[in-house]
């Protein structure tokens, strides 16, 4: 079998299959891995019951909120980031 070039390679679709039981572990800063802990959050946030999903969604919501009193502060005094 001859060895294919690049512009061949190039014209295949990426293909990311998530069976994280059957497939091979990757590394969590490529492409491929986020893409999979995307999904095993995804699968994580749909099983969990109706109280922790608010209680979830109440952090998320201080934490939004603490950004964005920081950023109105530093709007209002001028204060600039680096």
Same mark, same amino acid.
Do not use: C, Q
């Given at each position: 079998?001859?060895?294919?070039d %690049?512009?061949?390679?190039?014209?295949?679709?990426?293909?990311i299959?998530?069976r994280?039981?059957?497939?091979?572990?990757?590394?969590?800063?490529?492409?491929?891995?986020?893409? %999979?802990n995307?999904? *095993?959050?995804?699968?994580?946030?749909?099983?969990?019951s109706?109280?922790?999903r =608010?209680? =979830?969604? *109440?952090?998320?919501?201080?934490?939004?909120?603490?950004?964005?009193?920081?950023i109105?502060?530093?709007?209002?005094t001028?204060?600039?980031?680096?």
């Amino acid at each position: 079998m001859e060895p294919r070039d %690049r512009t061949e390679a190039a014209e295949e679709p990426l293909v990311i299959y998530l069976r994280p039981n059957e497939d091979p572990p990757v590394n969590p800063n490529t492409p491929e891995g986020e893409i %999979r802990n995307v999904a *095993a959050f995804a699968a994580a946030v749909d099983g969990v019951s109706p109280g922790r999903r =608010a209680m =979830a969604k *109440a952090i998320v919501w201080l934490i939004l909120l603490g950004m964005g009193i920081s950023i109105l502060v530093a709007v209002v005094t001028g204060v600039h980031a680096i």
